[in-house]
Protein backbone atom coordinates (compact mmCIF):
# COMPACT_ATOMS: atom_id res chain seq x y z
CA UNK A 1 0.00 0.00 0.00
CA UNK A 2 1.56 3.29 -1.06
CA UNK A 3 1.31 6.18 1.65
CA UNK A 4 2.13 9.60 1.79
CA UNK A 5 3.24 11.29 4.92
CA UNK A 6 2.71 14.91 5.57
CA UNK A 7 4.18 16.99 8.23
CA UNK A 8 1.86 20.28 7.90
CA UNK A 9 3.88 23.44 8.04
CA UNK A 10 3.31 26.98 6.49
CA UNK A 11 7.02 27.00 6.14
CA UNK A 12 8.45 23.89 5.59
CA UNK A 13 5.71 20.58 4.43
CA UNK A 14 7.60 17.74 5.04
CA UNK A 15 6.60 14.63 2.97
CA UNK A 16 7.06 10.96 2.12
CA UNK A 17 5.82 8.52 -0.03
CA UNK A 18 6.37 4.36 1.69
CA UNK A 19 5.03 1.58 0.10
CA UNK A 20 5.54 -1.45 3.00
CA UNK A 21 8.69 -1.22 3.77
CA UNK A 22 10.25 0.76 0.96
CA UNK A 23 10.68 4.66 1.35
CA UNK A 24 9.72 5.71 -2.30
CA UNK A 25 10.87 9.39 -1.87
CA UNK A 26 11.02 11.91 0.99
CA UNK A 27 11.27 15.77 0.77
CA UNK A 28 10.18 18.86 1.77
CA UNK A 29 8.08 21.36 0.54
CA UNK A 30 9.42 25.15 0.70
CA UNK A 31 7.13 28.30 0.48
CA UNK A 32 8.94 31.74 0.26
CA UNK A 33 9.04 33.67 3.91
CA UNK A 34 9.01 36.96 2.16
CA UNK A 35 5.35 35.92 0.60
CA UNK A 36 1.49 36.67 2.04
CA UNK A 37 -0.08 34.02 3.91
CA UNK A 38 -2.04 33.22 0.54
CA UNK A 39 0.39 32.80 -1.90
CA UNK A 40 1.78 30.51 0.70
CA UNK A 41 -1.13 28.52 0.62
CA UNK A 42 -1.39 28.27 -2.64
CA UNK A 43 2.15 27.02 -3.29
CA UNK A 44 1.38 24.08 -0.58
CA UNK A 45 -1.73 22.89 -2.57
CA UNK A 46 -0.04 23.39 -5.85
CA UNK A 47 2.96 21.18 -4.29
CA UNK A 48 0.85 18.91 -2.65
CA UNK A 49 -1.57 18.31 -5.46
CA UNK A 50 1.53 17.31 -7.79
CA UNK A 51 2.60 14.90 -5.62
CA UNK A 52 -0.36 13.19 -5.30
CA UNK A 53 -0.41 13.22 -9.05
CA UNK A 54 2.99 12.10 -9.45
CA UNK A 55 2.36 8.85 -6.90
CA UNK A 56 -1.45 8.10 -6.37
CA UNK A 57 -1.52 7.30 -2.83
CA UNK A 58 -4.27 5.13 -1.07
CA UNK A 59 -4.20 7.16 1.59
CA UNK A 60 -2.50 10.51 3.11
CA UNK A 61 -1.58 10.78 6.94
CA UNK A 62 -1.43 14.13 8.06
CA UNK A 63 0.28 14.27 11.57
CA UNK A 64 -2.58 16.15 13.63
CA UNK A 65 -1.94 20.17 14.89
CA UNK A 66 -0.40 20.62 18.91
CA UNK A 67 -1.27 23.57 20.42
CA UNK A 68 0.76 25.14 23.25
CA UNK A 69 -1.27 27.47 25.07
CA UNK A 70 1.85 29.77 24.95
CA UNK A 71 2.12 30.02 21.37
CA UNK A 72 -1.71 29.49 19.89
CA UNK A 73 -0.94 31.60 16.65
CA UNK A 74 1.49 29.11 15.69
CA UNK A 75 -1.26 26.43 15.70
CA UNK A 76 -3.48 28.67 13.89
CA UNK A 77 -0.82 29.18 11.23
CA UNK A 78 -0.09 25.77 10.80
CA UNK A 79 -4.09 24.88 10.73
CA UNK A 80 -4.02 27.35 8.02
CA UNK A 81 -1.32 24.82 6.00
CA UNK A 82 -3.03 21.90 7.27
CA UNK A 83 -6.50 22.91 5.89
CA UNK A 84 -5.12 23.11 2.66
CA UNK A 85 -3.10 19.98 2.31
CA UNK A 86 -6.69 17.91 3.58
CA UNK A 87 -8.90 19.92 0.89
CA UNK A 88 -6.41 19.31 -1.67
CA UNK A 89 -6.75 15.54 -0.89
CA UNK A 90 -10.43 15.71 -1.20
CA UNK A 91 -10.62 17.12 -4.29
CA UNK A 92 -8.31 14.02 -5.81
CA UNK A 93 -10.70 11.51 -4.00
CA UNK A 94 -7.71 10.13 -1.57
CA UNK A 95 -8.28 8.68 1.60
CA UNK A 96 -6.65 11.18 5.16
CA UNK A 97 -5.74 9.64 8.07
CA UNK A 98 -4.53 11.51 11.21
CA UNK A 99 -2.42 10.59 14.01
CA UNK A 100 -1.42 12.49 17.15
CA UNK A 101 2.34 13.08 17.77
CA UNK A 102 2.10 10.91 20.65
CA UNK A 103 0.59 7.83 18.59
CA UNK A 104 3.16 8.15 15.59
CA UNK A 105 5.96 8.06 17.97
CA UNK A 106 4.51 5.29 20.20
CA UNK A 107 3.96 3.19 16.99
CA UNK A 108 7.38 3.39 15.82
CA UNK A 109 9.29 3.68 19.21
CA UNK A 110 6.75 1.82 21.75
CA UNK A 111 7.22 5.18 23.43
CA UNK A 112 4.62 8.15 23.14
CA UNK A 113 7.39 10.78 24.49
CA UNK A 114 9.76 9.43 22.03
CA UNK A 115 12.50 12.02 21.37
CA UNK A 116 13.22 13.40 17.75
CA UNK A 117 16.53 11.51 17.60
CA UNK A 118 14.86 8.22 19.05
CA UNK A 119 12.25 8.26 16.00
CA UNK A 120 14.60 9.71 13.89
CA UNK A 121 16.73 6.29 14.75
CA UNK A 122 13.73 4.11 14.30
CA UNK A 123 12.89 5.05 10.53
CA UNK A 124 16.57 5.09 9.94
CA UNK A 125 16.83 0.81 11.22
CA UNK A 126 13.08 0.36 9.83
CA UNK A 127 13.70 1.76 6.05
CA UNK A 128 17.38 0.55 6.32
CA UNK A 129 18.58 4.03 5.67
CA UNK A 130 22.47 4.91 5.44
CA UNK A 131 21.82 8.45 8.03
CA UNK A 132 19.44 9.51 10.09
CA UNK A 133 16.43 11.25 8.10
CA UNK A 134 16.65 14.93 7.98
CA UNK A 135 15.34 17.62 8.40
CA UNK A 136 13.08 16.90 11.26
CA UNK A 137 9.91 17.62 9.13
CA UNK A 138 10.67 15.01 6.89
CA UNK A 139 11.08 12.79 9.36
CA UNK A 140 8.14 13.37 10.82
CA UNK A 141 7.05 12.64 7.42
CA UNK A 142 8.52 9.69 7.01
CA UNK A 143 7.06 8.69 10.85
CA UNK A 144 3.58 9.42 9.56
CA UNK A 145 3.72 7.20 6.90
CA UNK A 146 4.73 4.41 8.98
CA UNK A 147 2.31 5.06 11.62
CA UNK A 148 -0.35 4.45 9.08
CA UNK A 149 0.81 1.52 7.62
CA UNK A 150 1.64 0.11 11.39
CA UNK A 151 -2.12 1.33 11.95
CA UNK A 152 -3.84 -0.66 8.64
CA UNK A 153 -1.87 -3.79 9.33
CA UNK A 154 -2.73 -3.89 13.07
CA UNK A 155 -6.77 -3.16 12.52
CA UNK A 156 -6.41 -4.78 9.23
CA UNK A 157 -8.64 -1.60 8.00
CA UNK A 158 -9.04 2.15 9.24
CA UNK A 159 -11.09 2.88 11.90
Known amino acids: MKILGIDPGLQVCGYAVVDGDSLLEAGAVRTNAKAAI ?8 EDIESLLKKFTPEVVAVEELYSHYAHPKTAILMGHARGVILQSCAAAGIEVKSFSATRIKKSLTGNG ?7 QRTIQTILRLPRLPEPPDVADAIAAALCC ?9 FK
Open 149 to 157: ANTKQLVGN
Open 113 to 119: RASKEQV
Open 38 to 45: EVKLNQIA
